[in-house]
């Protein structure tokens, strides 16, 4: 159990979302607009190359904090929360939601002091938001897409993080939620 020294309870608290996220040749195919009666061809690649985005989302603050990475583990897990800790500003707090995917539960994960984990309960994707940031990325700038080789699955994922993180009040809409506040 971790002791909380006295007077940290004055900090802001900022809540963060974290997920990670599976891109590659065997992306989504979404809708398309086309002519009544015609069936467009779409493209449906039968490769295996993957990468992994893993992303953290601080919907009151509108940031996020993105990485893409060759594998999803625990590894990967620490570098992304040491990204978070260097992004929580002094006198902040992050306290970041996570599910139970098993690196997520690694005792091996660094401490920071800046950052607490908190784990979601089992089986309840709808409580991390930060799953909306990959249906939006799958929607608007994966979807039906060809992959020519590992690079290009990373150089289009970082474009549609940026994409995404870009617009103002984009993370705040897709990702609030009313049970996640604290004043």
Known sequence: MKVVPPGAWKKVIDIWFQDEARFGQQNSISRVWAPTGSRPGLIRQQQFEYAYVFGA????????????LPCANAKGLALHLEQISLATEDGHHAVVLL????FHMAQNLPKFENVSLLWLPACAPEL????????????????????????????????????????????????????????
């Open 57 to 68: 989302v601080c919907p009151q603050q509108d940031r996020a904090i993105g990485l893409v």
């Open 99 to 102: 599910d139970r995917a098993g």
């Open 128 to 183: 991390n938001s930060s799953e909306r940031l990959w249906e939006w990325m799958r929607e608007h700038d994966l979807a039906n897409k060809a992959f020519s080789c590992y690079e290009d699955i990373v150089d289009c994922c970082c474009e549609a993080w940026n994409n995404l993180c870009g617009e103002a009040g984009r993370l705040f809409s897709l990702c609030s939620r009313q049970w996640a506040v604290i004043q």
